[in-house]
């Protein structure tokens, strides 16, 4: 299978919780272009630090500098086979560019109302020696980690509230844009790590 899969949802709807899933039944390379931002952000590249400012005030970043970023990684040998987009497309400009470079399949819609995203994004945690995203409540860490684990610095209730009014304007409209096209599965994100993980796992075998 040489198509793509998108993973869609708002901030904090379980996205790269539930994307490790997907990669381990599909064999697809995960692609989060808040990821690729962030490592351009860590690396002090001019594009990073261009980007950091739209990130931290919870605004995306243009349509223009993450095109160019997905072009570039859909290079490479992996990408072959179809990937798996996860935060990307977030506006119908980049899934109408999307569509001239690669062909998508289907798009997982992961569906969590505002007022849970609000508690999961505040209470995230990220171990950076393996990448594991904790909760601390949902998904505590082991105790014995816990010294190590960092907090995104948009992670504020602030800059929550701007991401998903950026979520709403710019790239809630794109669940139409791809249901129109007969391609959009919805799932309901707000229930257990373990419920919206079984329903992505059959999502993933009605398209198998
Ligand atoms: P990005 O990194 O993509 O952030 P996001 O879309 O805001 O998504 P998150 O990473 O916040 O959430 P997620 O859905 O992965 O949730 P997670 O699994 O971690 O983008 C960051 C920024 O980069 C953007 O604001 C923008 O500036 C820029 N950007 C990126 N892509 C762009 C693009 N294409 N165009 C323009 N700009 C772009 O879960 C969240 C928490 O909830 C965790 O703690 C987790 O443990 C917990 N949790 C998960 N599932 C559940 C559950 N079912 N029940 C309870 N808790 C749960």
Same mark, same amino acid.
């Given at each position: 299978?040489?198509?793509?899969?998108?993973?869609?949802?708002?901030?904090?709807?379980?996205?790269?919780?539930?994307?490790?899933?997907?990669?381990?039944?599909?064999?697809?390379?995960?692609?989060?272009?808040?990821?690729?931002?962030?490592?351009?952000?860590?690396?002090?590249?001019?594009?990073?630090?261009?980007?950091?400012?739209?990130?931290?005030?919870? /605004?995306?970043?243009?349509?223009?500098?993450?095109?160019?970023?997905?072009?570039?990684?859909?290079?490479?040998?992996?990408?072959?086979?179809?990937?798996?987009?996860?935060?990307?497309?977030?506006?119908?400009?980049?899934?109408?560019?999307?569509?001239?470079?690669?062909?998508?399949?289907?798009?997982?819609?992961?569906?969590?109302?505002?007022?849970?995203?609000?508690?999961?994004?505040v209470g995230?945690?990220?171990?950076?020696?393996?990448?594991?995203?904790?909760?601390?409540?949902?998904?505590?860490?082991?105790?014995e980690i816990?010294?190590?684990?960092?907090?995104?610095?948009?992670?504020?209730?602030?800059?929550?509230?701007?991401? /998903?009014?950026?979520?709403?304007?710019?790239?809630?409209?794109?669940?139409?844009?791809?249901?129109?096209?007969?391609?959009?599965?919805?799932?309901?994100?707000d229930a257990?790590?373990?419920?919206?993980?079984?329903?992505?796992?059959?999502?993933?075998?009605?398209?198998?």
């Open positions: 299978m040489t198509e793509s899969i998108v993973l869609f949802g708002p901030p904090g709807a379980g996205k790269g919780t539930q994307a490790g899933r997907i990669v381990e039944l599909t064999g697809k390379p995960q692609i989060s272009t808040g990821d690729m931002l962030r490592a351009a952000v860590k690396a002090g590249s001019p594009m990073g630090l261009a980007a950091k400012e739209y990130m931290d005030a919870g /605004l995306l970043v243009s349509d223009e500098v993450i095109i160019g970023l997905i072009e570039e990684r859909l290079q490479n040998d992996d990408a072959g086979q179809g990937v798996l987009f996860d935060g990307f497309p977030r506006t119908i400009p980049q899934a109408e560019s999307l569509e001239e470079i690669a062909t998508v399949s289907s798009v997982i819609s992961i569906e969590v109302p505002d007022d849970a995203i609000v508690d999961r994004i995230r945690r990220m171990d950076p020696e393996t990448g594991e995203i904790y909760h601390v409540s949902f998904k505590p860490a082991p105790t816990q010294d190590r684990l960092v907090q995104r610095p948009d992670d504020t209730e602030e800059t929550v509230r701007a991401r /998903l009014g950026a979520y709403h304007t710019q790239t809630a409209p794109l669940a139409d844009w791809y249901s129109e096209r007969g391609l959009l599965i919805r799932i309901d994100g257990s790590i373990e419920q919206v993980g079984a329903s992505v796992e059959e999502a993933i075998a009605s398209i198998s």
